[in-house]
């Protein structure tokens, strides 16, 4: 007897899904002014994900509001210090903002939270790796 095929579970943006969801699904595009209205909603509904806040620092920080981005990490972190997603994003951050010794910071707490390893460890290990390499 062949089965229906499984609904899919990925949100594109137009489908139904929560703001989260669909913001998730734009940044995946690169689509990230669109996704912060999106993940605004997203915090006033539920101000205490730090899933959400940390989305919401990633998306504006890659429309180049440093300053706003780093408020939104802080949140995320506030929320959950050990939040790995917010602690490499906010490394990559400070790489952005040229402040090289606290991303370092972040990464050490990286390494004792994954000491075998996480995506985001080694995502903000290649970052300060290629910032290393654009300073020589």
């Excluded at 101000?47 to 939104?72: C, H, I, V």
């Amino acid at each position: 007897v062949a089965m229906a095929p499984a609904p899919s579970t990925e949100a594109s943006p137009a489908s139904g899904g929560s703001d989260y969801d669909k913001a998730v699904a734009l940044i995946d595009n690169e689509r990230y002014a669109e996704a912060i209205p999106l993940l605004e909603s997203a915090v006033k509904k539920n101000p205490k994900s730090p899933d959400a806040w940390s989305q919401l620092g990633f998306a504006t920080r890659k429309t180049g509001n440093w300053k706003a981005g780093e408020g939104y990490y802080a949140k995320a972190l506030a929320l959950d210090p050990n939040h790995q997603e917010a602690l490499e994003y906010l490394g990559e951050l400070y790489l952005e903002t040229n402040r090289p010794d606290e991303a370092q910071g972040l990464l050490a707490k990286l390494v004792k939270l994954c000491p075998d390893g996480c995506e985001a460890r080694s995502e903000l290990e290649e970052a300060m790796e290629a910032h290393a390499r654009k300073k020589k």
